[in-house]
């Protein structure tokens, strides 16, 4: 076999539709070192009522499958990152997440940028220490989170990219950003640019899933060259019947509720679930390690 060809079998990963439960088994909830649960959306920086609601939603969820760590994928604040509107459009909201010790972990939106780049990414609750992209690991190595700035996506980033996605020593390897480089959205849709400077470097290193928000819609892709795309921008914000079903890319969909998601990551899989603010599912199913070392006989 052709090492190129054995690289891509060896970094895939496999989508199982439907193969997980609906719900996460009663064992599942219960502490495990061998499993690390996280919920993430985009888009919700509302301080309106759809923000509540899922935020409380999160929160009645957490109860039974207890999560410590909230990927934010952008548009964090509107209209524009104005950091006198942090209290009323992020603390309030997830009060009770946050007293329950939950992490969140953001990107910057391009209504982050307007006024709040500088403010944001210096901002405690948000976790960026100061920095429009960095990495963080959790579950005793498990699983690796990538943060990026699609908003100015330079040479000195990706170089970054480059070099810590080849330096990870995590099973599972997930990148999170603002502007989708796969969505069905009919406002905004596909960053054509930002696929073409982020794609191969995700297929090359094996990343498992990548998040993304702006459409304000929920969408799993088809997946492309064994990399799992996600958009979760329905937060906060929702545009009703944005989503173009007819793309070839298109997996399944959601633009008539709000809705997060919810991930529990084991070594042999990535489980995930799109839950609306009444806990209904709109999505669920797993991604699954290639297992290659048969391939390469």
């Known amino acids: ?27 599942s909830t219960q502490a495990s070192e061998n499993t690390f649960r996280f919920v993430a959306f985009g888009d919700a920086g509302t301080g309106e009522n759809n923000q509540y609601s899922l ?74 220490n100061g920095k429009a992209y960095y990495s963080f690991v959790k579950g005793d190595g498990l699983i690796e989170f990538f943060g990026l700035d699609s908003n100015i996506m330079t040479s000195q980033q990706t170089s970054w990219l480059d070099g810590a996605l080849a330096g990870s020593k995590a099973m ?26 982020l794609e191969p470097l995700f297929v090359k290193y094996g990343v498992a899933a990548v998040l993304s928000g702006h459409d304000h819609t929920y969408e799993r892709i088809k997946s492309q060259q064994g990399v799992q795309y996600f958009v979760s921008g329905a937060g906060g914000q929702l545009r009703k019947g944005d989503i173009d079903r007819r793309t070839s890319i ?16 084991t070594p042999e899989k990535l489980l995930f679930w799109a839950l609306d603010a009444s806990g209904h599912i709109l999505d669920n199913g797993a991604l699954t390690r290639v297992r290659a070392a048969a391939a390469g006989k």
């Open 55 to 128: 935020a409380t939603a999160m929160t009645t969820y957490h109860e039974k499958h207890p999560f410590d760590t909230a990927l934010m994928l952008g548009d964090n604040i509107y209209p524009d990152g104005n950091p006198a509107l942090f209290k009323g459009k992020f603390e309030r909201p997830y009060a009770e997440l946050l007293k329950l010790g939950v992490r969140f972990y953001a990107v910057l939106g391009n209504h982050d940028v307007r006024r709040g780049r500088e403010a944001e990414i210096r901002y405690p609750n948000f976790n960026m």
């Open 172 to 197: 599972w390897k997930v990148v999170f950003f603002h502007h989708p480089i796969y969505s069905s959205g009919i406002t905004h849709g596909s960053e054509m640019r930002l696929r073409a400077l």
């Open 1 to 27: 076999m052709k090492r190129r060809a054995f690289l891509l079998l060896l970094s895939a990963t496999t989508a199982l539709y439907g193969a997980s439960p609906a719900l996460p088994s009663s064992q």
């Open 250 to 265: 298109f997996g399944t969909g959601n633009d008539q509720v709000n809705s997060y998601m919810y991930f529990e990551a």
